[in-house]
């Protein structure tokens, strides 16, 4: 008998095991069945090119807010970025204007590391809890935003400022090819990289990394100027798409960011997570928000779902730990 409970025990203890591990894998094989029955739009190359192509603003927001996670931080202040960014850049690359149009990106992620570095002082020098500096960032640069301009969208931009957000190269949207290399670069830098291992080092344990000679401060600080870099590219890739400034973009883009790196296995304590669990966890909200749209279910059940879905992915979360 009691053989028979140990193999029991340990059946169950490698089902779970196997769900902690691989649990986002299965769960966007089962998402992306159900929705390849559920509609007969949804299985086509035009549509899942257009899924990655739609999620490549959330997707860059998530690779820098992956390395934020997982010093253990937050940052509330991205989806202003976004907006700061986008509206920055247009300015300058409006019909008639005589800024070259990489001049004009340029100042807009310029921008986005600014406010990165600041919220990054804060948090790392003056010991500011992160969501109070981040949200403090948030609001500010949301007001600068609006003053900057007078609350109203920015309008008619250049062919070229378009490119990077609505071109192809044959099926393929530039916009992916983007998002593509961000994860790359992201994934090396946290992955195989001397301040990818302080990263996590800091996330698990800051005490052991600082007597392991890691420069903590300088590593927190520098994961929220990615972050800033990450937010403000995403704004220049969203004004481009939509060839608008929006005074009001990018609000509630900070909680996709962070569903998208907890479901891809980031711990909102620290010392988890990659770059490219973060890319499974977009295309997981994507590919449901995408089949929910084929559906024609409404964007206000769509808000639950997403919800539940956060806090589904926190309980998985606090289980592993």
């Given at each position: 008998?009691?053989?028979?409970?140990?193999?029991?025990?340990?059946?169950?203890?490698?089902?779970?095991?196997?769900?902690?591990?691989?649990?986002?894998?299965?769960?966007?094989?089962v998402l992306f069945i159900a929705m390849s029955v559920a509609s007969s739009s949804f299985l086509t190359v035009t549509n899942i090119f257009n899924i990655l192509k739609q999620n490549a603003v959330y997707?860059?927001?998530?690779?820098?807010?992956?390395?934020?996670?997982?010093?253990?931080?937050?940052?509330?202040?991205?989806?202003?970025?976004?907006?700061?960014?986008?509206?920055?850049?247009?300015?300058?690359?409006?019909?008639?204007?005589?800024?070259?149009?990489?001049?004009?990106?340029?100042?807009?992620?310029?921008?986005?590391?600014?406010?990165?570095?600041?919220?990054?002082?804060?948090?790392?020098?003056?010991?500011?809890?992160?969501?109070?500096?981040?949200?403090?960032?948030?609001?500010?640069?949301?007001?600068?935003?609006?003053?900057?301009?007078?609350?109203?969208?920015?309008?008619?931009?250049?062919?070229?400022?378009?490119?990077?957000?609505?071109?192809?190269?044959?099926?393929?949207?530039?916009?992916?090819?983007?998002?593509?290399?961000?994860?790359?670069?992201?994934?090396?830098?946290?992955?195989?990289?001397?301040?990818?291992?302080?990263?996590?080092?800091?996330?698990?344990?800051?005490?052991?990394?600082?007597?392991?000679?890691?420069?903590?401060?300088?590593?927190?600080?520098?994961?929220?100027?990615?972050?800033?870099?990450?937010?403000?590219?995403?704004?220049?890739?969203?004004?481009?798409?939509?060839?608008?400034?929006?005074?009001?973009?990018?609000?509630?883009?900070?909680?996709?960011?962070?569903?998208?790196?907890?479901?891809?296995?980031?711990?909102?304590?620290?010392?988890?997570?990659?770059?490219?669990?973060?890319?499974?966890?977009?295309?997981?909200?994507?590919?449901?928000?995408?089949?929910?749209?084929?559906?024609?279910?409404?964007?206000?059940?769509?808000?639950?779902?997403?919800?539940?879905?956060?806090?589904?992915?926190?309980?998985?979360?606090?289980?592993?730990?």
């Amino acid at each position: 008998m009691n053989k028979n409970r140990s193999g029991d025990s340990a059946k169950k203890i490698n089902v779970g095991a196997i769900l902690g591990k691989y649990g986002v894998y299965i769960a966007l094989l089962v998402l992306f069945i159900a929705m390849s029955v559920a509609s007969s739009s949804f299985l086509t190359v035009t549509n899942i090119f257009n899924i990655l192509k739609q999620n490549a603003v959330y997707g860059v927001l998530a690779v820098g807010m992956t390395f934020v996670i997982v010093t253990g931080g937050i940052d509330l202040s991205v989806g202003a970025i976004v907006a700061m960014a986008a509206c920055f850049a247009t300015k300058l690359a409006q019909e008639g204007t005589t800024t070259p149009v990489v001049a004009a990106m340029f100042v807009g992620i310029l921008a986005g590391v600014a406010c990165g570095a600041f919220s990054g002082f804060f948090i790392s020098y003056a010991n500011i809890p992160a969501f109070i500096a981040t949200l403090a960032t948030c609001t500010m640069v949301r007001g600068i935003v609006y003053v900057f301009t007078d609350g109203r969208p920015i309008t008619g931009v250049t062919k070229a400022y378009q490119y990077i957000g609505r071109a192809s190269w044959g099926v393929v949207p530039v916009a992916v090819v983007i998002y593509a290399g961000f994860l790359i670069v992201g994934t090396f830098l946290l992955k195989y990289t001397k301040y990818g291992r302080h990263v996590f080092a800091v996330g698990g344990n800051k005490k052991a990394a600082v007597v392991s000679g890691v420069n903590v401060k300088l590593t927190e600080f520098m994961v929220y100027v990615i972050c800033g870099f990450c937010a403000a590219f995403a704004g220049l890739l969203l004004s481009s798409r939509i060839q608008t400034g929006q005074p009001a973009g990018g609000e509630g883009y900070e909680l996709d960011a962070i569903t998208a790196a907890v479901i891809g296995g980031a711990s909102l304590s620290g010392g988890k997570g990659s770059v490219f669990g973060s890319f499974i966890g977009i295309l997981v909200v994507g590919i449901l928000t995408n089949g929910l749209d084929l559906m024609n279910v409404s964007s206000y059940y769509q808000q639950i779902i997403k919800g539940a879905i956060i806090l589904l992915a926190v309980l998985a979360d606090r289980k592993k730990e």
